[in-house]
């Protein structure tokens, strides 16, 4: 047995705080300054996004790039001067403004036609969510998270024992607070949003992190029945050993596809790859250093041995 | 051997079934991916109607049907979403504008007396109409049929704009020949379909008006009782009955504010007509919370770029399998190419709308697929490092993984339920694609992994330690 899990639990549980704290941190000067904890996207706040490209660009006929002060001042002869505005490509823009209705939209874009030219119409992304439609969308990603910790405790307390479950739960926690704190940050500092495809990706790294501490819970269960006499510290840094291979292979083939996908999927799934990149790696962290060490602390610290759970 | 050589033909029957499911169904691209507009729209209360029931959300989504097919766009979805809200999906329409213009309005219902002389024009105009519109049906058809052949599309396309036009043109002959009316649907409290007597294959639609309403239905049907002159019943301008009053209202018309329109209907006729009128009869307006059109090309790269990769993904993990684990990591390799195929004809089986979020859910299933597989490996080196036969290891190996596999499985899957129990739109995509993913990921690894394997190890020339654990011999 060359490697302990348990001799050094409070260098990883210590990792583990520094990181989350950092999050929270973020976190909370997010909240004094943008109003949420993670800085919200379209889906959550409502608004309007127009992306156009210029019809000449792929004739490659433009004969000047899209200049900035005039979208702007035409957003502010709209009343929209608060609008968040970006040239993309030289021949592109994507404008980000507060819901639009119809008529708005239809004046705009002709405003627009009318000073920089045709956009082409198959280039051209049009999103608008109304601001109680976002309120709900996050309410439900919310709610289906709740329900998705509820239903896993529930199984694994049938499953294991409600200890096991507990602890499971608890590295969940670790690994949806880790995830969502390092966005706070991406927030803060690169001005990264949230969509409806965050709360997708959380509920992913629920799955998955469960999945990983399962497999590491399913074999102190085994080897506690063929040694029931062994110390749970010792049980508990067997079974990390003997299932260490699978959880480095496993996290490696989950990661491939993911950083394929971080690397040269879309912009649209480029941050939901890396959340769950981030959800997966923290995932079989939480499941090695957190769940398994808190649960051997615990029933080391229970005065009379736990009859092992029953399969 | 013979019970494994049983399950490797059924894998083999299954694969060809999944080859010919995929061959014979096209895929079903979500409008991020072909370009479209999608538009949720929620039905407002008003002080007439304080509460959305499920009755005025199906009447409101069969008028926004109705508006759509007005529309000519093929194959358009109007599904509703929630207790209060309608989705609405639009392939191919670029210009969501129209569209979200002609939803938002209330229907209006409209009852208007016919003008004297014009019944011969009437009939004539009708069947015009009725030709028209025969011909729109059959050109959407073919426009759906056609829909990978841009030339003949083209040509359909313009058939059905050049359609449109006649029918509109018919639609306003037809309204010239009625009477303006002050009788509208907001006077109208109710419609339902009943037959004509209990038990009888013919039914009517009852309507009944407030009291304006059937003063001003009495003094119509007054004037044209008799006549062989109809009333026309018009929902957003286009006449969808004409029925006529009978010479024994002529003296008061029909009174007490209830009609009964009578016009060969069956059950089903009848009940449409009751929603459609009951539905163009409520002044409920509709709010477009959502709005979400992707252009045509758009769609096209984002193919492109998450099939790349997938595809690399996928290529990355097949080539870690096989330097890893070997012998049983081909083996994986194989299964793992079977989950490919056997996962997408279920997309298709299943009709799901494959979406971008989807198409990630798939790929990282693709990962998550090979979590099965592993354990099953490493379980059996072990077993093998503790000097179990070949035969015993690969057997225990499968038998004691198992029990992680469900459990990390059903977790999962719990995740997926709340997902998609209370996700909406795509994220419910989201949930039932890797739902799916996970129930052929245990297939595969249970049942092609284990038929594979046990059959390798069937044939003596395969059977070396060494390919299934490589440094077994130096652990000794």
Redesign the interface.
Known sequence: MSFSVNRQRSLWWGISLVVILSGLMAMAISSVSLGSPLRLGLDFIGGTRLQFELACSTTNTCKQPIDIDVVRRILNQEGLGNSSLQVIDQYGIGIRTIPLGVEQRTRLSSALTQELGAFNPAQTQIETVGPTLGGQILRSGLLALLVAFIGITIYLTLRFQFDYAFFALVALFHDVLLTAGIFAILGLTLGVEIDSLFIVALLTIIGFSVNDTVVIYDRVRETLKLNPDLNIKEVVDQAVVQTLGRSINTTLTTLLPLVTIFIFGGDTLRFFALALIIGFVTGAYSSIFVASTLLAWWRDRQPTPTPSPVT | MGKYRGWLIAILVLLMAATWVIVRTPARLGL?LR?G?QL?L?VQTTDKVPQITPQVLSAVQSVVQKRIDGLGVAEAVVQTAGDDKLLVQLPGV????QA??IL?GTAQLLFAPQKPGTEAQLQVERQIQAQLLLEQTQLLLEQSQNANNPEALADIEAKLAKNRESLAASQQAIANLFAPSELTGAMLQEAFASPVAPGSPNWNVIVRFDPQGAELFARLTKEIAGTGRSIGIFLDDRLISAPTVSAQYAETGIIGGNAEISGGFTAQTANDLAIQLQGGALPVPL????????????GQ??IR??L???V???V??LV??VA?YRLPGLIADIALVLYAIFTYAAFLLFGVTLT??GI?GF??S???A??AN??IF?RT??ELRLGKTLYRSVESGFD?AF??IL?????????????F????G??RG?AVT?AIGIGVSMFTALTCSRSFLFYAISIPSLRKPTWFCPKLETLK
């Open positions: 991020d370009g507009a949720t929620q670029t210009d969501p504008e979200e213009r938002k709010e477009v919370v959502e709005n979400r059109t992707v252009g045509a090309s758009l790269d984002s770029d998450s790349y990769a997938g690399v993904g996928l990355l993990v870690f399998m890893y971008l979020p990630a790929i990282l693709i990962g998550m090979v979590d592993v354990l490493e080196r072990e004691r029990a992680s459990d990390s499985n059903v977790t999962t899957l719990i995740a997926c339920g709340a997902l129990a209370l996700g909406t795509f994220v989201f890797l």
